[in-house]
């Protein structure tokens, strides 16, 4: 009779990988699906068409059918990107607030969080300053240094692109070709 125990292959592998390894790793597949979340949530089934200016300044763009519910789908939009982000602060503050996270790891959580945080303050500011020139409703959305904005408007003119473009390079940085504009009616 053979006493000897089989060794336990959970508790080996934890011992090979390590606690501490795991929980960053599930940090990050959770980082992973907010981020997901997010991009599902800011590519919206509802068709849109980017705003392109041709080299001479002519408008060249199609601007989305009629919808009522437009105020609805701009404080839709604003809720579903708090709800993301907030997933995603979640996590990372677990991850910085760890006993058994790598240092690396905490420090990579709070630069995470402190560039979430900037992000927000940029879209707030690119929010505020777009309706502050006349166009109704505008959400912003900032990501990996690249920014979406979506207005509300009848079309755009070429200035008002411009501006946009100013504002978000003012405000966040951001280069106009790593800017969207995206007409909703």
Same mark, same amino acid.
Do not use: W
């Given at each position: 009779?053979?006493?000897?125990?089989?060794?336990?292959?959970?508790?080996?592998?934890?011992?090979?990988?390590?606690?501490?390894?795991?929980?960053?790793?599930?940090?990050?597949l959770?980082?992973?699906?907010?981020?997901?979340?997010?991009y599902?949530?800011?590519?919206?089934?509802?068709?849109?068409k980017?705003?392109?200016?041709?080299?001479?300044?002519?408008?060249? &763009? $199609?601007?989305?059918? &009629?919808?009522?519910?437009?105020?609805?789908?701009?404080?839709?939009?604003?809720?579903?990107?708090?709800?993301?982000?907030?997933?995603?602060?979640?996590?990372?503050?677990?991850?910085?607030?760890? &006993?058994?996270?790598?240092?690396?790891?905490?420090?990579?959580?709070?630069?995470?969080?402190?560039?979430? $945080?900037?992000?927000?303050?940029?879209?707030?500011?690119?929010?505020t300053?777009?309706?502050?020139?006349?166009?109704?409703?505008?959400?912003?959305?900032?990501?990996?240094?690249?920014?979406?904005?979506?207005?509300?408007?009848d079309?755009?003119?070429?200035?008002?692109? $411009?501006?946009?473009?100013?504002?978000?390079?003012?405000? $966040?940085?951001?280069?106009?070709?790593?800017?969207?504009?995206?007409?909703?009616?």
């Amino acid at each position: 009779m053979n006493t000897e125990k089989k060794p336990n292959k959970v508790k080996e592998f934890f011992k090979k990988v390590g606690m501490r390894n795991l929980i960053v790793l599930c940090a990050v597949l959770l980082i992973g699906t907010a981020v997901c979340v997010n991009y599902i949530l800011y590519n919206d089934e509802t068709p849109s068409k980017d705003v392109d200016i041709d080299l001479d300044g002519t408008d060249m &763009d $199609a601007t989305l059918k &009629d919808d009522p519910n437009t105020s609805d789908y701009f404080a839709q939009t604003a809720l579903s990107r708090k709800q993301a982000r907030d997933e995603a602060l979640e996590v990372l503050q677990a991850v910085a607030k760890s &006993d058994v996270a790598l240092p690396e790891a905490i420090e990579s959580a709070l630069s995470d969080i402190a560039q979430i $945080a900037k992000d927000i303050e940029n879209e707030s500011n690119i929010e505020t300053l777009i309706q502050a020139k006349g166009i109704k409703e505008c959400i912003a959305v900032i990501s990996d240094g690249k920014a979406t904005v979506i207005v509300q408007t009848d079309g755009l003119l070429a200035s008002e692109v $411009a501006q946009i473009n100013e504002i978000v390079y003012e405000s $966040a940085g951001i280069l106009p070709t790593d800017l969207k504009i995206i007409e909703k009616q």
